[in-house]
Each structure stands twice: as C-alpha cells, then as structure tokens.
C-alpha cells in the first residue's frame, strides 16, 4: 500500500458564502448546483479567450466550496475570482490552514486510475511523491505547473473536456464561446498523450519530433514514461508515413488511447469540409 504524499505544489482556497453556489457556477467550466457536502467536480477559470488561468478540484463544503488547485496558480486565481465577486455574498480566501493529501481519501473525479485524495490540515507525510507523479502520468493526468502554465493552453489541449471538466450543457461561463466552438467544430488539434520510451526518459520540457519535424513538447516523465502535447494530425500524417519519434534523441512510442481516433477523423473531417 502506498504511504501518503502531501502534494506541496497544491494549495488550497475556500469561496464561502450564501452566492458561493451560484458565483461559481456563472464562472467555471463544470456544473456545480446542488452538489452534496463532500462530492467533488474537476474545473477550470477560464479567460475570455477560452484558456486555462487555473484547473481545480472543486469540493462542497458546509460554508461554500474548497478548490483544490495550483500553487503557483492560486494568487491569479485568487484576484481573478474577486474581481468577478462585485456584491455577491461570498468570501474568498486563501487556506494554509488546509493541504491535498494523495493517497489518502476518495476518488480523483478526473480518473478511476489517479491516486484518490482529500483536503484537510497540512500533516508530515512519509510517501514519496515521484509515486504520485507516476500514477497521475499513467493515467494521463496533466498537472497544471508540471505540464502546463496559467494562460498557456485551452481545456482540450490538456483533454480536461474528456475528463469531466467541461459541461458544455451548462449554460454561460467564462470563455464558454471559445470552447464551445472548438467543441462544435471538431477543431481541437492539440491533445495530451502518453509515451513510452525505448531507454531513459530526457528531462522535459522538450521538443518532441517526428524524424526532424516538431509535433509537440514532452511536459513530464516517471521513469520511462511521460506525457507529451502533441498536434494530433502531425502525429497521425507522421504514423501513415511510417516515421519514428523521439525526444532529446531518445525513441519514443505513443499510447493510443480508445478517443484517439475519433477525434482524428473529426478533425480530418472538419479540415476537409472547410476546404470544400
């Protein structure tokens, strides 16, 4: 059984209040009304221009709600969620008071195979958090700070929409026109894939290419798997032409996930109805 691990690259926030429901639902990615004490949801704050500032785990407390998100990314989030507050009956706070426990808890809502978790005091931990890191790249969990930066990718870049981060049936959220278009459109290109390589995983970032040409960046690695954002039709033009991957000179192989290649002829599918 696996020790343990405070996840210190995690903080946490609390949004309390009578409006913290209806607040945070006007805002996020994902469905938050009428969520039972203790059921959590996986969600982003978006920009108007539909890219991540910062993706959460959003648990119902009894006072409002407690986000469970990036350390470097808490600050923005922070002042963004109170520029947005105007006179909603809300507080919202940093909570040191508070950590994310891995290994500990009940289910990732992102994934049946990421380590479970739960928020509470920040105790000393024994387990060792390269174990973490390994599960969640197994399950092909990108981690904002590791994989990605705060305005840096949209929701699908990192599959946050085939991970129960997005409810495009929702109604109105920030940036909402953007992702719901690309939804729409089937015009997604970049995803977040799993790779396997053949030797010792480079240390990321770093480019990774089909024979010279780039079509992505390795964003994380444990042991000699990681996972890498990859233009997804390179990456298929690159398998039909039969080149080999690499990174840092080190071959590589790709999962093929079962969504793959559906969105592939979708977004074939699409390119080709735009150019008729």
């Known amino acids: 059984m696996t020790e343990p691990v405070r996840l210190d ?3 946490v926030v609390s949004v309390n209040g009578p409006d913290a429901e209806s607040f945070l639902q006007g805002l996020v990615t994902q469905d938050v009304l009428g969520l039972a004490r203790g059921q959590r949801r996986y969600a982003a704050l978006l920009t ?9 785990i959003l648990e119902r407390s009894d006072e409002g709600f407690l986000v469970d998100c990036d350390r470097d990314a808490a600050l923005l989030l922070l002042k963004r969620l109170n520029l947005f507050r105007l006179r909603a009956r809300v507080t919202i706070e940093a909570r040191p008071d508070l950590a994310v426990i891995a290994f500990d808890g009940s ?19 024994q387990g060792d958090p390269l174990a973490y890191h390994a599960m969640r790249i197994a399950a092909g969990l990108a981690e904002q700070g590791a994989d990605f930066g705060a305005d840096e990718v949209f929701p699908a870049d990192i599959n946050m929409d085939l991970q129960g981060g997005v ?3 929702k109604g109105c ?20 894939l799993r790779v396997g390589f053949h030797g010792e995983a480079p240390a990321p970032p770093c480019p990774l290419l089909a024979n010279d040409f780039e079509i992505g960046t390795l964003t994380s690695v444990a042991g000699a798997t990681g996972l890498a954002r990859v233009r997804i039709d390179r990456l298929a033009e690159a398998e039909r032409d039969g080149e080999g991957f ?3 000179g080190v071959r590589l192989a790709f999962h093929h996930p079962d969504w793959l290649a559906g969105e592939i002829a979708g977004l074939e599918a699409s390119k080709s109805s735009r150019a008729d």
């Open 48 to 56: 108007p221009q539909g890219k991540i500032i910062a993706d959460m």
């Open 173 to 192: 959220f920030v940036g909402q026109e953007v992702v719901s278009r690309m939804k729409r459109r089937g015009i997604a290109r970049r995803r977040t």
């Open 9 to 11: 690259q995690r903080a």
């Open 167 to 169: 409810d495009f049936r």
């Open 246 to 248: 690499s990174a840092s």
């Open 107 to 125: 289910a990732d809502p992102r994934s049946p195979e990421a380590p479970p978790r739960r928020i509470g005091p920040p105790v000393e931990t």
